[in-house]
C-alpha cells in the first residue's frame, strides 16, 4: 500500500456508501434495513485488513500476487501504450506474445488462465483506481456484498421467522468476510454463489421466471 490508498480509497469508500444509502430503501424492508449498512461495512473492513495482514504480517501472498506481480504490468503497459494494456485485458493467459512479452513477463500467474482471470479483472478495476490497492479491494468487497445481500434476501423470504440468525451466518460471520472481501478469487466466488443461490431460489423456490 502506497500514499495513494489514502488518498485514492476514502473518495471510493464515501461514494460506495453514498450509494448503498440511496439504494438501501429498494433493497430493504423494515426488517433487514438496520443489517444493510453494518454488512456492507464488514466487507470494507475484511478487505483493508487482509491487505494489511499480508503486507506487514505475511509479507505477500495470493492477492499482492494478483495485485502487485499481476495487474501492476497490465496497468504499466496501458501506461506505455492503452493499445496493448487492452491487448493484455483480452488475452487469455497461458502463451506469451511477441508485444505483450515486456510486461506479461512479470506476471507471475500469466501462464494460469484461471489465475490470470482474476489478474484481468484486478485490472479492469484499477483503471478506475489508478492502480490503488485499497481502493480496488472495494470494489471486490462491494460484489461479495452483493452477493451475500442477495442470498440473506432470499433465504430470509423462506425463513422470516429466523432473520437474525441469518444475518449473523451469513453477513457477519469474521472469517467469511475476512477471506471473502479482498482481491481473492474467494471473493468473486462467494459473492457469484450468492448470486446464483439468489436466481436458483427465485426460479424453483418462488416461481418467479421474469
Known amino acids: 500500500m502506497t500514499i495513494k490508498d489514502f488518498l485514492i480509497a476514502p473518495i471510493y469508500l464515501m461514494l460506495f456508501t453514498l450509494i448503498a444509502y440511496m439504494i438501501r430503501p429498494y433493497v430493504t424492508n423494515r426488517h433487514t434495513k438496520r443489517y444493510f449498512i453494518p454488512a456492507l461495512f464488514v466487507r470494507f473492513f475484511g478487505a483493508i485488513a487482509l491487505g494489511l495482514i499480508y503486507q506487514f504480517y505475511y509479507g505477500g501472498g495470493d492477492t499482492f500476487n494478483y495485485f502487485t506481480h499481476g ?6 503497459a496501458f501506461l506505455h501504450d492503452p493499445a496493448l494494456g487492452f491487448q493484455m485485458l483480452l488475452e487469455d493467459g497461458g502463451q506469451r506474445v511477441g508485444n505483450t512479452f515486456q510486461w506479461s513477463q512479470h506476471i507471475w500467474y500469466y501462464r494460469d488462465v484461471n489465475s490470470y482471470f482474476i489478474v484481468k479483472i484486478v485490472a479492469f478495476i484499477d483503471l478506475f483506481t489508478f492502480h490503488t490497492y485499497s481502493a480496488t479491494a472495494l470494489f471486490f468487497a462491494l460484489f461479495s456484498f452483493s452477493g451475500m445481500w442477495a442470498l440473506y434476501s432470499t433465504v430470509r423470504k423462506k425463513y422470516p421467522e429466523k432473520g437474525g440468525l441469518l444475518a449473523i451466518f451469513i453477513l457477519f460471520v469474521p472469517s467469511v468476510f475476512f477471506w471473502g472481501s479482498g482481491i481473492l478469487k474467494d471473493t468473486i466466488t462467494l459473492g ?6 439468489w436466481a436458483a431460489m427465485n426460479l424453483i423456490e418462488f416461481r418467479r421466471y421474469s
Open 71 to 76: 495487474s501492476r504490468w497490465i496497468w504499466e
Open 192 to 197: 457469484a454463489l450468492g448470486w446464483l443461490t
